[in-house]
């Protein structure tokens, strides 16, 4: 017994070159934009901008613009926290940057060695 594809399905050899194209497109598509994602740089600011971090897609510390006003000796805690803060949310911009912006190419689709991308 043979079991009928529906139409538009199946296809043979023509079909899967065209599905291989199609992902080798997407591959390419995705190198790409994963190379622009890496050189870009965010400004993320903490502490009502007294503390600004820059970091790149590739989640490396470009800089750290700390303003007087916050450094206090007696309060170093404080001046920690707001660095902390400022790092963590500039790594939460990069990758949610990342995330939507693969998502444009791969909808909603996981790929398998991407884990935390999509």
């Known amino acids: 017994m043979k079991a009928r594809l529906p139409k538009g399905m199946g296809g043979g050899p023509q079909n899967m070159q065209g599905m291989l194209r ?3 497109k997407m591959q390419e598509d995705i190198a790409a934009l994963q190379e622009e994602l890496d050189a870009r740089e965010y400004t993320v600011s903490a502490g009502g ?10 989640h490396e510390i470009r800089s750290i613009d700390i303003k007087p006003d916050i450094v206090d000796p007696d309060d170093i805690e404080t ?3 707001v660095l902390v803060a400022a790092v ?11 995330s939507e912006e693969m998502s444009k190419i791969t909808g909603s689709m996981s790929l398998p060695g991407m884990p935390g991308m999509f």
Do not use: P, W
């Not at 901008?49 to 590739?58: A, E, L, Y």
């Not at 949310?89 to 990069?94: D, L, N, Q, S, Y």
């Open 22 to 24: 199609q992902a080798q």
């Open 49 to 58: 901008g007294m503390v600004s971090v820059t970091i790149t897609g590739k």
């Open 79 to 81: 001046l920690s926290d």
């Open 88 to 98: 963590n949310e500039a790594i939460r911009k990069v990758d949610e940057t990342n």
